[in-house]
């Protein structure tokens, strides 16, 4: 019974995520475009990018509230976070080049253990979204689905993936593995975003995790699905 339920949950993975091939990324970019979290994104990418500036407390505190309010985080401490980015040396700078450790400077500077690592990455990436990842909601997860479907990456990509240079780097093995080049940074953060919307939602809802999770200590289950990713991994080496 735990064998087949493990079946189910490799079949469905296989069947519900569809390939990020031309036709598939513009339908699902038309539907964000046409929704309402993607036209306050774009307002709030308007707002950065019509304010670049980080040196007085006046524009980062406008662009800080705004963020907060976009990500209805009640409990980021505003005033913490304009601190940290007026003292950071250089930061125009360093954002101005795409430095990567301004994120997780951003993200560590609460002194509590909730971090600000989604605040962090809109808020580099709606200045600079050539070169930063903002990693709309769910992003990370349909990296982490994909994986498990495609085994993009050699590594271990892991379903919270917080510090940002190695999310940045999963992000980029995705790339590289579909061929994407040709689409922008933002663009495929917007189709990742919306197969979460869309496939990752109703695929959870068939496969709860709580109620499956026990099942995959099992030996002879985990025998499975090593089997099941070596067929996939032969299929991809078949097929390229």
């Not at 087949?4 to 990020?20: E, G, I, S, W």
């Not at 250089?90 to 990567?100: P, Q, R, S, T």
């Not at 997780?104 to 989604?118: E, N, P, Q, V």
Request: hydrophobic content about 35%; aromatic content about 12%; some cysteine.
């Amino acid at each position: 019974m735990k064998i087949q339920v493990v079946k189910d949950f490799f079949d469905d993975l296989r069947r519900r995520f569809p390939p990020p091939t031309a036709g598939e990324i513009q339908k699902r970019l038309e539907r964000f475009e046409n929704s309402e979290y993607g036209s306050e994104e774009n307002s709030l990418i308007r707002l950065f990018q019509g304010c670049p500036g980080n040196t007085t407390r006046e524009d980062v505190l406008l662009k800080a509230t705004a963020l907060k309010s976009f990500l209805h985080q009640e409990r980021l401490n505003t005033a913490t976070i304009v601190r940290h980015i007026l003292n950071t040396p250089d930061f125009d700078k360093k954002l101005n080049k795409g430095v990567k450790s301004l994120v997780d400077g951003i993200a560590l500077s609460s002194r509590a253990k909730w971090k600000y690592t989604t605040f962090a990455r809109y808020y580099c990436g709606c200045h600079k979204p050539d070169a930063y990842l903002i990693d709309p909601p769910g992003t990370s997860l349909a990296l982490l689905m994909y994986d498990r479907q495609d085994h993009f990456s050699e590594e271990t990509i892991h379903r919270s993936m917080n510090r940002y240079s190695a999310f940045a780097r999963q992000f980029e093995q995705f790339r590289e593995f579909y061929h994407l080049q040709d689409y922008s940074l933002l663009d495929i953060q917007h189709f990742l975003y919306q197969v979460a919307k869309d496939d990752v939602a109703e695929f959870s809802k068939r496969h709860p995790i709580k109620r499956d999770h026990r099942a995959f200590r099992n030996a002879e289950i985990m025998a499975f699905i090593e089997s099941w990713k070596q067929d996939e991994d032969a299929k991809n080496r078949s097929n390229s």
